[in-house]
């Protein structure tokens, strides 16, 4: 079993910063590539994006590309969401996620997810 608990979010002015992290136990974190995905009201949990095992490898939703960046701190069992120019379409629970497998922009392929942090964009 891996355990994940999100935090970070809150309210941001649009156009402005929020980084949100994911910490993980139990299992290795390492051996788990790790996903972000949102939720908006109303809407279906999309993709946002994904980071290998040893972070090498990235991938990102078009609506996020060059504004959020995914990293991972394998010491710190931590998965990061940087989030800049934050549009008013970003609001949303993010969740982040867990798979034994290589990344993916699949939420279906995930084994592990936590609870979530919602983020609120004011304009």
Do not use: H
Request: hydrophobic fraction near 30%; glycine fraction near 14%.
């Amino acid at each position: 079993q891996v355990q994940l608990v999100e935090s970070g979010g809150g309210l941001v002015q649009a156009g402005g910063s929020l980084r949100l992290s994911c910490a993980a136990s139990g299992r290795t974190f390492s051996n788990y590539a790790m996903g972000w995905f949102r939720q908006a009201p109303g809407k279906e949990r999309d993709f946002v994006a994904t980071i290998s095992w040893g972070g090498g490898s990235t991938d990102y939703a078009d609506s996020v590309k060059g504004r959020f960046t995914i990293s991972r701190d394998n010491a710190k069992n931590t998965v990061y969401l940087q989030m800049n120019s934050v549009k008013p379409e970003d609001p949303a629970v993010y969740y982040c996620a867990a798979r034994s497998r290589g990344p993916s922009n699949r939420g279906s392929l995930y084994d592990y997810w936590g609870q979530g942090t919602q983020v609120t964009v004011s304009s």
